[in-house]
């Protein structure tokens, strides 16, 4: 099993930056990929980064180059680095770690809000 607990969401003026962190506990030397997720009301669930064991990143085209994915793995966490943020980036962020048998965790999320 593997724990995620997310933290570092809140309000931002649009244009402003958030640095989101997800820290993993539990089997972490199972975790292949991390990523984050967003929902926003109302809205399916959808990819915002992900990033692997070896470093690759992947983003949704809408964040790129203003989010940025990194990940520590000598603390287990990763980060989502978020910049020049609009209001359509409103949402609850999720963490999710995929181990090397496929097997999916989440975290509890964290609410982001850009609003003026």
């Known amino acids: 099993q593997v724990q995620l607990v997310e933290s570092g969401g809140g309000l931002v003026q649009p244009g402003g930056s958030l640095r989101l962190s997800c820290a993993a506990s539990?089997?972490?030397?199972?975790?292949?990929?991390m990523g984050w997720y967003r929902q926003a009301p109302g809205k399916q669930r959808e990819l915002v980064a992900t990033i692997s064991s070896g470093g690759s990143t992947n983003y949704v085209d809408s964040v790129k180059g203003r989010f940025t994915i990194s990940r520590d793995n000598a603390k287990n966490t990763v980060y989502l680095q978020m910049n020049s943020l609009k209001p359509e980036d409103t949402a609850v962020y999720y963490c999710?770690?995929?181990?090397?048998?496929?097997?999916?965790?989440w975290g509890q999320g964290t609410q982001v809000t850009v609003s003026s």
């Open positions: 999710k770690a995929t181990s090397h048998r496929a097997f999916h965790y």
């Open positions: 539990g089997s972490i030397f199972s975790i292949n990929t």
